[in-house]
């Protein structure tokens, strides 16, 4: 029996995921096609059997400083602002930084398993190819918490009370990657890829983790008296790094050894 009176249901603190499908010019895509292939070279995945080759753990995690991924990076910069924005950030108190940029190739069989960026605050995912059916492996992606199942864990499924695939209590969302789709999304976010369940066809596509830091300081710019008494003084929105220009290293002593009971 239908309630006296309507329920409404409103969802709260929802996920930000921003997508975009850009248009590619066919030949800045087959450059950057054939640029990805010479830089897999004859590595065929990471050392986990059915896991895609990623270029992070080979070395390959600096490409968007490469000339094919030029026409990427501009892309990029224009999308992440705009999410930004859209978040309500005050691009005036920001600076935004590409940390690292790698490729992930997904030969059929292969996938990605579960996991996120803890070194990032913000991830990127380009689609170089796909055709939007998601047979090649999809972006699966998880919420942080499933606070609606109510009972922590009873929407694993195994037969259990809450309908399967129920949009309010999903245990994940599988997003289909497509030739020219550019995805956004927090890198605390838990993602994996599918198998790739294509025949033949290489899954392609370029991760981006960024970072939000405090804008350039008159300092570390060079502005005013440059490296003057000013140049001990930040000012910077409380929880955020300040710009990676303002930081000291500490290096390591050259002679640092460790002494049986720990201690340096
Ligand atoms: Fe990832």
């Known amino acids: 029996m239908a309630p006296a009176f309507e329920l409404q249901l409103r969802q709260l603190f929802p996920l930000a995921l921003a997508q975009v499908q850009l248009r590619p010019d066919p030949l800045d895509s087959a450059v950057m096609l054939q640029a990805l292939l010479h830089l897999r070279g004859e590595q065929q995945g990471n050392p986990n059997p059915g ?23 501009e892309q990029v910069r224009q999308q992440v602002w705009a999410y930004l924005l859209a978040l309500g950030f005050d ?9 690292r940029c790698w490729p992930v190739l997904s030969a059929p ?17 380009y689609y170089v190819n796909g055709d939007g059916s998601g047979r090649s492996g999809c972006l699966r992606l998880y919420p942080h918490r499933q606070v609606n199942e ?60 960024l970072v939000l830091t405090a804008p350039l300081s008159r300092s570390a710019a060079g502005a005013g008296s440059g490296s003057g008494p000013g140049s001990a003084s930040l000012v910077t929105p409380e929880y955020l790094s300040p ?17 049986e009971d720990g201690c340096p």
Do not use: K
Not at 91 to 99: D, G, N, P, R
Not at 117 to 123: D, G, M, T
């Open 109 to 125: 069989g292969q996938g990605v398993g579960r996991h996120h960026h803890p070194n990032a605050h913000l991830s990127a995912i």
């Open 243 to 259: 710009h990676p220009s303002d930081w000291t290293p500490l290096l390591a002593p050259a002679d640092l050894s460790i002494r």
């Open 51 to 73: 896991y895609a080759w990623t270029g992070d753990l080979h070395g390959v995690a600096q490409i968007h400083r490469l000339a094919p991924f030029a026409w990427l990076n």
């Open 150 to 209: 109510l009972v922590p864990g009873l929407a694993v499924g195994h037969g259990g009370p809450i309908a399967v695939d129920h949009p309010l209590n999903a245990p994940w969302v599988d997003l289909a990657p497509e030739a020219g789709l550019l995805v956004l999304f927090p890198s605390s976010t838990d993602h994996a890829v599918t198998c790739n369940d294509e025949d033949e066809e290489l899954r392609m596509s370029i991760s981006f983790d």
């Open 91 to 99: 691009a005036s108190q920001l600076a935004v930084h590409i940390q």
